[in-house]
């Protein structure tokens, strides 16, 4: 694999975009990071979900409302713990697992980033959580 360290600022932006998106519940600024094809799959109680971005980003602004469980908050008084715990770039493709703890949830995040015409965009994101 080939590291791109000229890259890696704008996709650890991207990132950061992307989490603050997340806890902020700010569709506008998911939609910025996300390609708009881009597919979310995980585990959630334990059966496998699939979203296309739209999707998720109406369940994550509360349109229709989510389940209690899955409900976006405040971000913690702490701030927002989180961080990459893993890039790797291949030519015009990077690969980021994105550790995040809000809602007392830990989300390990695996996400796939193509660098196109409009700049590195989330092309997928496959997660898992545990509850804390």
Request: proline residues 5%; hydrophobic residues 40%.
């Given at each position: 694999?080939?590291?791109?360290?000229e890259?890696?600022?704008?996709?650890?932006?991207i990132?950061?975009?992307?989490?603050?998106?997340?806890?902020?519940?700010?569709?506008?600024?998911?939609?910025?990071?996300?390609?708009?094809?881009?597919?979310?799959?995980?585990?959630?109680?334990?059966?496998?979900?699939?979203?296309?971005?739209?999707?998720?980003?109406?369940?994550?602004?509360?349109?229709?409302?989510?389940?209690?469980?899955?409900?976006?908050?405040?971000?913690?008084?702490?701030?927002?713990?989180?961080?990459?715990?893993?890039?790797?770039?291949?030519?015009?493709?990077?690969?980021?697992?994105?550790?995040?703890?809000?809602?007392?949830?830990?989300?390990?995040?695996?996400?796939?980033?193509?660098?196109?015409?409009?700049g590195?965009?989330?092309?997928?994101?496959?997660?898992?959580?545990?509850?804390?």
């Amino acid at each position: 694999m080939l590291k791109q360290p000229e890259s890696s600022a704008e996709v650890n932006s991207i990132l950061e975009k992307y989490v603050h998106g997340c806890v902020s519940a700010n569709g506008s600024l998911i939609r910025e990071v996300f390609h708009p094809e881009a597919q979310l799959f995980g585990k959630f109680e334990g059966k496998t979900v699939t979203f296309a971005i739209e999707a998720w980003i109406d369940r994550l602004t509360g349109n229709p409302k989510p389940a209690n469980d899955a409900k976006i908050s405040d971000p913690p008084e702490d701030g927002i713990e989180w961080t990459i715990d893993h890039l790797v770039f291949d030519e015009n493709i990077a690969h980021a697992t994105v550790v995040s703890r809000f809602l007392n949830v830990w989300y390990r995040d695996h996400m796939t980033l193509l660098q196109t015409e409009d700049g590195w965009k989330i092309v997928n994101k496959t997660f898992t959580y545990e509850k804390v």
